[in-house]
């Protein structure tokens, strides 16, 4: 298992045209579903004039939670070669919204796709992609007389601190790479065993 993931910072847009039709895309870095709906809800009304607002998303490091819409185009001619951009640059986190303006000429079912994986293409190309990693959150309590063992471990592995508190028991919560959680976890539990 692999603990690292692909997706894209911030918005990136992009364009394509065919016989009049016009495709605005836009892609986003998205977290959540309900950030896609809200999103999608926005572009709905800002283009409430165009044909269709066809979109594909990608949630979670491990790429199961995706969806492609066609919004009225022939099926699968529209959210499937968007979806397919997303897939063949391995993202996700990323939501690509393809807005068509229909120009008064039918493309075919194949000019369709083409011109929803361009579209979605040239807003990638745009795009500032970045490698994250999947994190883990790990909570460990230990007594005040333990910091500095704490600390030596926290300096060593190189967790990222989410908070901390200080009192006569102690709790550091920390957020590390998933496949080095294992790790962190039996070195901090090694401490509450020499001391008791």
Known sequence: MTDEF????????GFYSEKRSKFLAFAHHVETLDEIKALLADYR???YDARHV?????LGPERTDFRANDDGEPSSTAGKPILGQINSNELTDILIVVVRY???VNLGTSGLIVAYREASADALSHAEMEV???????VFD???VMMNDVMRIVKEMQPRIVSQTYDNT???TLSIRKSEAEILRS???KLSFGNS
């Open 170 to 172: 102690c709790q550091i």
């Open 142 to 144: 230990f007594p005040y």
């Open 132 to 138: 994250r990693q999947v994190e883990e959150t790990i």
């Open 102 to 104: 229909y120009g008064g």
């Open 187 to 189: 070195k901090l539990a």
């Open 6 to 13: 692909k997706t894209i910072k911030g918005i990136s847009e």
């Open 45 to 47: 009304k800002k283009y």
């Open 54 to 58: 066809c979109y594909a998303y990608m």
